[in-house]
Structure formats: structure tokens, C-alpha cells
């Protein structure tokens, strides 16, 4: 039996430290799915597809194992995503406590729902400070992202200025 699991997330837009997770995360399972989920709680910068395009060149980029499959997930449930490809677990990484208390109801909410479990994986330290959101900010505000994303993500955030 082949051991699934699924690296969910806005991904708006992939950082250092999500990819970071991810090859961790890809050594462990037989197949893991990264999926650009719709976050309703979040106002977007970059369109699904596109993050699905950077999240695809990162991974190819950075020489991560093709047991990585990259995936969206528009609408619905993050369990009905985990249901449709078998995948028992979900993991998240975790910087600080602040995220600890994000992601704690939303790892028991899932469970709830369909009995999906929730790994939390420490990122690489000197990553532990990077955000998305942070990330937004300083393209916004012309600043250099390229320490905190994946090459290919400061090229397009450079050029879409
Ligand atoms: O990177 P994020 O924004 O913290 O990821 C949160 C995300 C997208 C994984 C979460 O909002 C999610 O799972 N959304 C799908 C809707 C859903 O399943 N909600 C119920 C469980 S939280």
C-alpha cells in the first residue's frame, strides 16, 4: 500500500519555506500532493494557476523527487481532495506558536470530518520567518524578495510590477 500525503496551502506565493517542507515532507511519502487550495478566508494576489506554474517550476528547479504531484483545489473541502487521491495525511509546517494556534483547529477540523491526520513539520530554521504575506509586501513595496522565494518567483513578481 502506498503511502499518500498532501501539502495544502494559499501558496500566494510559494516561499523558500513551504519548498523547504515540501522535500522533507517528499522523502517520507510515496507520493506527495501539493495542492493550491482557495483559502476563503484570504483576498488572493496571484490566480490558482499561476501558483500552481510557480509551485511546478520550483519544485522541477530545486531537483525535488518526481513522487511530487502539483494540483489545485478551487472549491470544497480539503478532505474531499484528500478523499479523491487516498491520502490518509496532511502535513503543515510550523514556524512558531503563532501558527501552532492557526492551524490546530483546522488540523481537528479535518480530522473530524473525514478522519484525515495532520503532521506538523519544523522548516529549515533559517526559514522560519519567511511568509507569504510578507513576502506580498515587500513585491509591493518594490523591495528585493529574491532571499525568501524560489528564483522563479522573484522573476515573476519582478516582471508583473
Ligand atoms: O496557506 P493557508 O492559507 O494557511 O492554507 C489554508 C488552507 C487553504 C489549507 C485551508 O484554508 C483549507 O484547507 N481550505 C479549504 C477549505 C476547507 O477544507 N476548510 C475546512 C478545514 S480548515
Known sequence: MSRIAVVPGSFDPVTLGHI????????LYDELHVVVVHNPGKTALLPLDVRV???TKAIANA?????????????????????????KVVIKGIRNQADVTYETPMALVNRNLAGIETMFMLPEPG??????????????????VRPYVPHIVADYLNTAR
Request: with cysteine.
Open 63 to 87: 531537483g525535488l523527487p518526481n513522487n511530487i504531484v502539483v494540483a489545485s483545489w478551487g472549491e470544497g473541502l480539503l478532505v474531499d481532495y484528500c478523499s479523491k487521491v487516498g491520502a
Open 20 to 27: 523547504d517542507v515540501i522535500a522533507r515532507a517528499a522523502d
Open 127 to 144: 526559514h522560519a520567518y519567511v511568509s507569504s504575506s510578507l513576502v506580498r509586501q515587500v513585491a509591493a513595496l518594490k523591495g528585493d
Open 53 to 55: 506554474e510557480l509551485i
